[in-house]
């Protein structure tokens, strides 16, 4: 116990330590400048780019001088999007990637800036008029550096070394079930802001309150005890605040909002204005999320999740999904499927798909990418999801629809990992105790004498919610029939059986009893039975098959039938859906919610 409480103040002070905590939504501000468009770059494949200066982006003038180097008339690469996309020759790339741009800057009306990337996988290292500004390790949540004093009145100079090697020690580690998409993959900014500035706000409704919003700003600068005012005009709040001298403010606010819900996604226009007339605006929903038994409450009713997952990638395009317009495609297929529940695999997805899903009422589980072969002994390891965690927490806290963070997926229960995962589990809870804390276990076992699938896992015994990815007629053959298919899997809590389906081509027809066909009617068929399984489930809160769109992946290699794709989506790469699509939009449709 005194090992596990020594660990405990070590993960809070260590999020203390480090938290440069980045600029709560840059889109919701003035004053902000995006850097998007087309970067010159430079492959480095034998990573000699920090040895050769390319940070310096010089030019050679002496006679006797020259470079074997240069910006100028080198590569293009679009930002944001990941870089494998946009060249044949990099379509495999993992390595080393120098983006360069220069960019106009306005410093007479602002005090500090900032440069904010929303995502860069999997490895960035900063550099702004040939000095290092910093580097981040995660490829799916934001990070900015402070270029007060670098910054210059007109042209600037970026330079941002990208890395997406796959690593032992990183998160995912070798080897994953997607593509390895590298580059910077979201919008970049440029934030100018007064001298003290909002630099962070939660605004949610309280846990376990419909009456009570709660939440907090936190300012950054020299003058941090000051007034500050949370205006909600639709409730007619206009709520003054005032900060201490650490520039933080906590407050409740007896309201009555129309609560957020599926059917009826109301937003309401949230601003924060500070004394120096800042403000920041954002669209906010009042939701509560709990658990009763094995019930998962929506506003105190039970509600099932009818969801689907997904990847961050436009399969048309064989590329990251970054815009408003990718998300718009996305969000389209998701409703159409009749889903009201979305996760969003594997890996917190940018902060488009995660405004737009909410606005069309999708209550989202969001996780940090600890998939599969984690390397839970190593610390380093625990800091990097404890970083991930808290960035993915803290990006996403004011979403009322993020409903479940989850810790992790199908990873192999010991001593390490569990230890790792209570910790994470912890936190979570720390950090935000108005959601729910989940995570996906492939390892529920069939016993054979009993027809029945149980569970021996420490972990999904102390989550809230137990997500449960099971490939019954794909990895796993029928057993016995369907409906004679028993299930004693955390029985004291809501599971969500967050994984399920098999491959299939679009077109291929017959043959339903073949796995290896890759029909449309084995796929169907198997959903069809995976359904019926799904009646004996007692505690089943929720189902989301495994994949709204077939996605690229290297793990996929088969000639025909694969091609370097996962085939297990209920919609083609080309957009066609097939039979098993209808099958679930046919389930959800008719779905006693209650
Ligand atoms: C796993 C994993 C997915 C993977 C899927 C599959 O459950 O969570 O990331 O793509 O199975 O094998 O298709």
């Not at 087309?38 to 003038?61: C, H, M, P």
């Amino acid at each position: 116990m005194k090992i596990f409480l020594i660990t405990f103040i070590y993960l809070i002070l260590a999020i203390g330590l480090n938290a440069q905590s980045f600029i709560m939504n840059p889109y919701g501000r003035d004053n902000t400048k995006l850097l998007n468009g087309k970067w010159n770059a430079i492959v480095d494949q034998y990573s000699r780019g920090e040895k050769k200066q390319f940070y310096l982006n010089q030019i050679a003038t002496e006679d006797t001088k020259f470079l074997e180097y240069g910006f100028e008339g080198a590569m293009r690469l679009d930002v944001p999007g990941d870089f494998n996309s946009q060249y044949p020759e990099l379509k495999y790339y993992e390595g080393d990637i120098w983006y360069q741009r220069y960019f106009e800057a306005n410093k007479q009306n602002h005090k500090r800036s900032f440069i904010y990337f929303a995502g860069v996988s999997y490895e960035a290292t900063v550099w702004l008029n040939g000095k290092k500004v910093g580097n981040h390790e995660g490829g799916f949540t934001p990070f900015q550096f402070e270029v007060t004093d670098l910054l210059k009145e007109g042209k600037n100079d970026i330079v941002v070394k990208v890395n997406n090697n796959r690593k032992k020690d990183r998160i995912p580690a070798m080897n994953f079930d997607w593509w390895n998409y590298g580059g910077i993959l979201r919008d970049v900014f440029l934030v100018q802001t007064p001298d003290t500035f909002i630099r962070d706000y939660k605004i949610q409704l309280k846990k376990n309150e419909k009456k009570i919003i709660s939440g907090y700003v936190q300012l950054d600068g020299a003058k941090l005890s000051q007034q500050v005012t949370v205006s909600i005009p639709e409730l007619k709040i206009e709520k003054i605040v005032s900060t201490n001298n650490n520039g933080y403010a906590s407050f409740e606010i007896k309201a009555k909002p129309k609560l957020w819900n599926p059917d009826s996604p109301k937003m309401y226009n949230v601003s924060i204005i500070s004394e120096q007339k800042e403000q920041v605006k954002d669209e906010i929903g009042f939701r509560n999320i709990s658990v009763n038994g094995d019930d998962i409450l929506l506003n105190g009713e039970k509600v099932f999740l009818k969801g689907v997952n997904f990847h961050e990638e436009i399969p048309q395009r064989l590329g990251r999904a970054y815009s408003t317009a990718d998300a718009a495609m996305i969000i389209e297929e998701v409703t159409a499927l009749g889903c009201n529940f979305i996760r969003t695999a594997h890996y917190p997805q940018n902060e488009h798909i995660i405004r737009l899903a909410e606005k069309k009422g999708l209550m989202i589980w969001e996780e940090i990418p600890l998939w599969q072969g984690i390397d839970f002994k190593n610390p380093v390891v625990l800091d990097k999801a404890i970083n991930m965690l808290r960035e993915m927490i803290y990006r996403d806290k004011n979403r009322a629809g993020i409903i479940i963070w989850s810790v992790a997926n199908e990873t192999k229960p010991s001593n390490y990992r569990d230890k790792v995962l209570t910790d994470l589990i912890n936190l979570a809870h720390e950090l935000d105790d108005t959601r729910l804390v989940g995570a996906a276990f492939d390892n529920p076992r069939y016993d054979p004498e009993t027809s029945t699938f149980n569970i021996k896992d420490d972990i999904s015994k102390i989550v809230d919610v137990v997500g449960v990815n099971k490939y019954m007629g794909w990895y796993m053959p029928w057993p016995t029939d369907p409906s004679n298919i028993k299930w004693n899997v955390a029985l004291d809590k809501p599971l969500i059986m967050t994984e399920f389906g098999c491959e299939s081509l679009y077109g291929k027809i017959g043959d339903k009893d073949k796995a290896h066909s890759w029909s449309e009617d084995y796929q169907k068929d198997l959903y069809l039975k995976n359904l019926e399984m799904f009646k004996n489930i007692p505690n089943l809160s929720g189902t989301s098959p495994w994949v709204l769109f077939d996605f690229r992946s290297p793990y996929r290699c088969h000639p025909k039938n694969q091609e370097g794709w996962n085939r297990k989506g209920l919609i083609s790469d080309k957009g066609q859906r097939k039979k098993a699509w209808f099958v679930m939009k046919n389930y959800y449709n008719n779905i006693d919610m209650k």
